[in-house]
C-alpha cells in the first residue's frame, strides 16, 4: 500500500507519516524542502514540490497513484484537482476560518466562536464578510464536490486552534 503525505514537517506530520508506517505503508512526503525533521524516518521518499500551485503538483505528481494521500498542507483545492485520477482516498485537513465570526470574535457574545465549534455553525456566505474565510469555504466545498462526484472518497478534517508545539495560540481578548 502507498501513502502520500502532502506537509509532513509541521507538528503533525511526523506522528501522521509514523503511523502509516506501523500501518505497512510504504509513504512518499512531498514539501517545498524548506526542512526536513529527525523524527522522519530515511525510508520515506521525500518529493520536493509546492504544493500550491496546480503547475508544481501536475509535474510532481505525474506517473504517480497512492491507495492513501493526506494533505496537511498546500492549496487543497489544487490537490484535490490533481489528484482526482491519482487516489481513491483523500483525507485533507484544514482550519476553523469558514466559520462565520472566527475572523471577526467581537461579533459574538461571549466573544470568540465557540469551542468547540459544531461541524453545523454557520459559515462565512461572502468575501466581503471575511475574505479569507470565505476562500476557506470555497475550497471546502470544492473538495467535498469530488466525493459527491464519486472521484474519490474524501474526509475533512479540521485543525483546533491549538494543535501541537510551537504553534500560536489564537487568543480572543
Do not use: C, W
Not at 476553523?96 to 455553525?121: C, F, H, M, V, W
Amino acid at each position: 500500500m502507498r501513502a502520500l503525505v502532502i506537509g509532513g514537517t509541521g507538528p503533525t506530520g511526523p506522528h501522521i507519516i509514523r503511523g502509516l508506517i506501523e500501518r505497512g505503508y510504504d509513504v512518499t512526503m512531498l514539501n517545498r524542502g524548506n526542512h526536513d525533521s529527525p523524527a522522519i524516518p530515511a525510508q520515506v521518499e521525500r518529493l520536493v514540490g509546492d504544493p500550491h500551485f496546480p503547475e508544481t503538483l501536475a509535474e510532481i505528481l505525474s506517473g504517480r497513484n497512492f491507495n492513501l494521500v493526506i494533505a496537511t498542507y498546500g492549496r487543497i483545492r489544487h490537490v484535490a484537482d490533481a489528484l482526482a485520477d491519482k487516489t481513491d482516498r483523500l483525507i485533507t485537513v484544514g482550519g476553523a476560518p469558514s466559520y462565520r465570526d472566527y475572523a471577526n470574535p467581537q461579533a459574538l457574545i461571549p466573544k470568540g466562536p465557540p469551542i468547540p465549534t459544531p461541524e453545523n455553525a454557520a459559515r462565512v456566505e461572502s468575501e466581503d464578510e471575511a475574505r479569507f474565510g470565505y476562500l476557506i469555504r470555497a475550497t471546502e466545498d470544492a473538495l467535498m464536490e469530488h466525493h459527491e462526484q464519486g472521484q474519490m472518497n474524501v474526509t475533512h478534517f479540521r485543525y483546533p486552534l491549538v494543535y501541537g508545539p510551537g504553534q500560536v495560540r489564537t487568543i480572543f481578548i
